[in-house]
């Protein structure tokens, strides 16, 4: 499998990236990361990611090494030195030691093909969750390297059988699942948790909200319960890999007819549309 690694700017691998045993990023979680679908050797989305961890290091007091148009050279770059056509790519900011601003970028690019077609075609399967996502916590809104409640819960549903796990709030409300966000379709209307509910806004959720009103679509964001959700007529999930991946089980019982449905199908040619013409580089 091709892969490539810039560290600061400078070819490395995987056992010589030269991370400082001190950064805070290694130390704490310190740090954040953006993950880009690669296609056609471009990777998608690129300043929709930059944005956002842009703003996120803004609030959490991270330094950008560069600034945003150095991060996008750079991802420009390694994924053209590592001739990934199809793949991955993966940029992480640290915050460094404290001592000085020496936070560092971290690169990856690597093939893969994260999703499978037969996963579209079918469906995948959600889990709920036995412990809480905090909506009250300063992190939730950004996508940092503390990333293990959303390890810990993927691989609960993983060991059960399912996708993906789905949290509900401490009020008992949907939240997100722990690599995306969740979009349900009601009397026909598109709905999807607040960030207020304590989820990642993410990128295709957002082009998603955006491009409702492109499909004829009414999108409202809403809180609902896990009950709620089953009923549902149609059901989808979201990232940045997936683009809209429908889902045809919650628990044990189907949603909707058990097949992804027509509103997930055509927000996702939307997508679709909408992701091309955003591509970086």
Do not use: W
């Not at 803004?58 to 600034?67: A, D, K, M, Q, V």
């Not at 991955?88 to 020496?102: I, M, P």
């Not at 390297?145 to 409300?173: H, W």
Request: glycine content about 12%; overall charge positive; aromatic content about 6%.
């Amino acid at each position: 499998m091709r892969e490539f690694y810039l560290v600061n700017g400078k070819p490395a691998s995987a056992v010589t990236a030269g991370v400082s045993i001190k950064d805070r990023g290694l130390l704490y979680g310190y740090s954040l990361f953006e993950t880009m679908l690669v296609k056609n050797g471009k990777p998608m989305l690129l300043f929709h990611h930059l944005e956002r961890i842009d703003r996120s290091a803004s609030e959490l007091g991270i330094r950008l090494p560069g600034g945003r148009a150095a991060l996008a050279a750079l991802c420009c770059d390694a994924v053209g030195r590592s001739g990934v056509i199809e793949g991955v790519l993966r940029l992480t900011v640290t915050a460094g030691s404290g001592v000085k601003e020496d936070g560092c970028s971290i690169i990856s690019v690597r093939e893969a093909i994260p999703y499978r077609k037969d996963q579209y075609e079918k469906g995948v399967s959600l889990m709920t969750l036995h412990f809480p996502r905090n909506e009250r916590s300063p992190l939730v809104k950004h996508k940092t390297a503390n990333y293990l409640e959303n390890l810990l819960g993927r691989l609960e549903a993983r060991r059960r059988g399912y996708d993906e796990g789905v949290f509900l709030n401490t009020s008992g409300r949907v939240a997100e699942g722990t690599v995306s966000n969740i979009f349900m379709v009601r009397n026909g209307e598109l709905l999807t948790p607040p960030v207020e509910a304590g989820l990642l806004p993410g990128i295709v959720r957002r082009l998603v909200i955006e491009g409702a009103a492109t499909a004829g679509l009414v999108c409202k964001e809403v809180n609902f319960t896990r009950l709620e959700l089953q009923r549902a007529e149609e059901c989808f999930i979201t990232n940045s890999l997936m683009g809209i991946m429908p889902v045809t089980r919650l628990d044990d019982l189907p949603v909707g007819n058990g097949k992804p449905g027509p509103v997930t199908l055509k927000m996702a040619g939307i997508y679709l549309a909408a992701a091309f013409k955003s591509q970086g580089c």
